[in-house]
């Protein structure tokens, strides 16, 4: 099928809980989005922001997770939105969550549609983390796109997330675990109580990635999470994997 001159393909992510419509050339939704979803938390009545949203997997997850909370899908590509919007409307989601096209690194851009500074009480993030310096990139552009991230963008993204938080607002985001020290900075100016929780794909297996909570203006110290282990020692998805990835259960990264 083809939708705003994308091929795409109809998928369930959650075991079937949500089902999202997605290019079938570029980047596809994967564990990252769920794990993401999982980590941030929300409540009903409060309004969270989905930076970078794609065709809408993390915020459309969380949205499912939680009742009643407000959800804006915010992506700059105008076929993903359309995606995106579409598949808040084919799961039943519509009546709480909505999509904006802009640069999320543009906040006069952000103001203009309607998000304007200090006004939201979370926001969540999986910004492109492959260096373009360091490490090969996919031949394919749309694909390249999504996962490689310029000099600065992650301090960007950051910034324009503390500049949309109400104080004491919540951001959660998930990097390249070998490169939290990049978080860590990024993050030191506007927030605090910082907390981690690592992926790793198997438990003798360093971490592939780190969920990291922060706290616009919060003041508590650094802490770290018992990590989550997505495969046992035969290769199987983990129990605790499963919950998360296929039964929609939240990540606790506590807030203080």
Do not use: C
Not at 6 to 25: F, I, N
Not at 30 to 57: C, P, S, T
Not at 112 to 132: I, K, Q
């Amino acid at each position: 099928m083809t939708t705003n001159a994308l091929d795409t393909s109809d998928d369930a992510v959650l075991g079937g809980h949500l089902w999202l419509r997605q290019p079938l050339r570029g980047h596809r939704i994967g564990h990252d989005a769920i794990l993401l979803a999982a980590a941030a938390e929300g409540r009903a009545g409060e309004h969270a922001i989905d930076f970078g949203a794609g065709v809408g997997g993390a915020g459309l997850a969380l949205a499912l997770r939680v009742p009643g909370l407000k959800v804006t899908l915010v992506e700059i590509d105008p076929d993903l939105s359309a995606l995106a919007a579409d598949n808040a409307r084919r799961n039943g989601l519509s009546d709480r969550v909505d999509v904006r096209t802009v640069d999320v690194e543009n906040t006069q851009a952000l103001a203009a549609v309607g998000l304007t500074a200090g006004s939201v009480d979370r926001v969540l993030m999986n910004p492109p983390f492959l260096d373009t310096r360091r490490q090969n990139l996919s031949p394919d552009p749309l694909r390249r796109l999504a996962h490689a991230a310029p000099p600065g963008m992650l301090v960007r993204w950051v910034a324009s997330a503390a500049w949309l938080l109400k104080s004491h607002g919540v951001l959660t985001l998930i990097w390249r675990a070998d490169a939290l020290a990049e978080v860590q900075s990024a993050l030191t100016p506007e927030f605090g109580n910082i907390a981690v929780l690592p992926v790793y794909p198997r438990s003798e297996a360093p971490a592939i990635r780190v969920l990291v909570r922060a706290i616009k203006s919060g003041s508590g110290k650094p802490v770290t999470y018992p990590g989550l282990i997505l495969n046992d020692a035969q290769g199987k998805p983990s129990a605790a994997a499963e919950a998360v990835l296929r039964d929609g259960e939240a990540l606790k990264i506590t807030e203080s």
